[in-house]
């Protein structure tokens, strides 16, 4: 059973960058398919990001062509670089993990971290 850790949220002024890790253990990280997902005050869990075991991504539409996700199974971490950031990025961003399953839909990943805040100012 894997753990997973976020971290490297913050605060940052439109247009800037952050990058997130999320960090696993307790399991074979290379094996699992990673996702990130995002929740905003008041609103539900939105798909991000995800990459298969293999390396294949996916991307929300909205976070095309900014944001970049990407793993390193030597380091058991995942990351997430977020760049060009705007207002509506403001979430809590989670990381999530499954050995079977990959996609869009959180239910789809058995995993989570604890979530690491994003707040962009304007």
């Known amino acids: 059973q894997v753990q997973l850790v976020e971290s490297g949220g913050g605060l940052v002024q439109a247009g800037g960058s952050l990058r997130l890790s999320c960090a696993a253990s307790g399991g074979t990280f290379s094996n699992y398919a990673m996702g990130w997902f995002r929740q905003a005050p008041g609103k539900e869990r939105d798909f991000v990001a995800a990459i298969t075991s293999r390396g294949t991504t996916n991307y929300a539409e909205s976070v095309k062509n900014r944001f970049t996700i990407s793993r390193d199974n030597a380091k058991n971490t995942g990351y997430l670089q977020l760049d060009s950031l705007k207002p509506e990025d403001t979430a809590v961003y989670y990381c999530?993990?499954?050995?079977?399953?990959?996609?869009?839909?959180?239910?789809?990943?058995?995993?989570w971290g604890q979530g690491t805040q994003v707040t962009v100012s304007s």
């Open positions: 999530a993990a499954d050995p079977y399953n990959s996609g869009t839909a959180s239910y789809l990943y058995n995993y």
